[in-house]
C-alpha cells in the first residue's frame, strides 16, 4: 500500500501565483489534515476533514483553501501565495473512532516543500 | 485549551547512554498522548501512544514513555542510544474535546555523538 501520497514534492513559486497541493489516502481513513511546518514552530493544523463532505479550519487556515474530494482525496489550495507560505506541508490520514476519541494515529505523506519568492 | 510543551529543542546525547526527551501536556479531560519521529526529508511516524490503557507504554525501536498525570507529563526515554535514532521527535496530545484534532509540540531534535 503506498499509504499518504502527496504531490508536488517540491515547488517554487512567486508571490500571487496560485497552486494546488494534491493528497490522496489509500487506508479507508475518515480523517484527513493538512499541517505546515516550520523550524521551531513544530506541526500547525491548517485546515482538516473529520469525513467526507465535511471540512473544518484548525489553527492558521488564513490564506488556504482546502476541498475533500472523495473519501480519498484531500486537496490544499493557496489562491495567492505570499512568501510567509514558503514552509514544508504534510497531509495525514487517521482513522477516527465513531463518536469520536483520538486515539488512532496520524498517517503522514512525506510532505511538498513550497517557496514562494 | 489542550497544548503540549516539549522541553529542549535540541538534545544531544552519547552513543549507549540514556535518552529523555521531556514531553508536557495541558487538557481538561483525560487526554490520549502520542510521540512522533521525523527522520530528515520524510514524513512523521509513530513511535507510541498512550490512550487510557498501561500508563508505561512501549513503542518501537526500544522507546518508552510514561504518562504521569499528576506530573501532566508523558516523557520519551530509551535506555542506550543508537546513531540510528537522531532525528527530529514530536509530543502530541488529542482528547474527546479536541474534535478530531490533534495538537503537536514544537519538537525536540536528538543529536547521537558517536
Known amino acids: 500500500n503506498a499509504g499518504v501520497t502527496q504531490t508536488p514534492k517540491f515547488q517554487v513559486l512567486k508571490t500571487g501565483q496560485s497552486m494546488t497541493l494534491q493528497c490522496a489516502q489509500d487506508?479507508?481513513?475518515?480523517?484527513m489534515y493538512w499541517y505546515r511546518q516550520d523550524p521551531g514552530m513544530g506541526l500547525r493544523l491548517i485546515y482538516y476533514s473529520a469525513s467526507e463532505g465535511t471540512t473544518d479550519k484548525g489553527e492558521v487556515p488564513n490564506g488556504y483553501n482546502v476541498s475533500r474530494l472523495n473519501k480519498r482525496e484531500f486537496s490544499l489550495r493557496l489562491e495567492s501565495a505570499a512568501p510567509s507560505q514558503t514552509s514544508v506541508y504534510f497531509c495525514?490520514?487517521?482513522?477516527?473512532?465513531?463518536?469520536?476519541?483520538?486515539?488512532?494515529?496520524?498517517?503522514f505523506g512525506e510532505g511538498s516543500r513550497l517557496t514562494v519568492l | 485549551a489542550q497544548s503540549v510543551t516539549q522541553l529542549g529543542s535540541h538534545v544531544s546525547v552519547s552513543e549507549g547512554a540514556l535518552v529523555l526527551l521531556r514531553c508536557n501536556y495541558s487538557?481538561?479531560?483525560?487526554?490520549?498522548l502520542f510521540w512522533y519521529v521525523q527522520y530528515p526529508n520524510q514524513g512523521l511516524q509513530l513511535l507510541l501512544k498512550?490512550?487510557?490503557?498501561?500508563?508505561l507504554v512501549k513503542g518501537i525501536n526500544g522507546f518508552e514513555a510514561e504518562f504521569k498525570k499528576s506530573e501532566t507529563s508523558f516523557h520519551l526515554t530509551k535506555p542506550s542510544a543508537h546513531m540510528s535514532d537522531a532525528a527530529e521527535y514530536f509530543c502530541?496530545?488529542?482528547?474527546?474535546?479536541?474534535?478530531?484534532?490533534?495538537?503537536f509540540g514544537t519538537g525536540t531534535s536528538l543529536t547521537v555523538i558517536p
Open positions: 495525514a490520514s487517521s482513522k477516527i473512532p465513531v463518536g469520536g476519541g483520538n486515539t488512532g494515529e496520524l498517517f
Open positions: 487538557s481538561s479531560v483525560p487526554p490520549y
Open positions: 502530541a496530545v488529542s482528547d474527546a474535546n479536541t474534535g478530531n484534532q490533534f495538537y
Open positions: 487506508m479507508n481513513h475518515n480523517s
Open positions: 498512550y490512550t487510557s490503557a498501561a500508563t
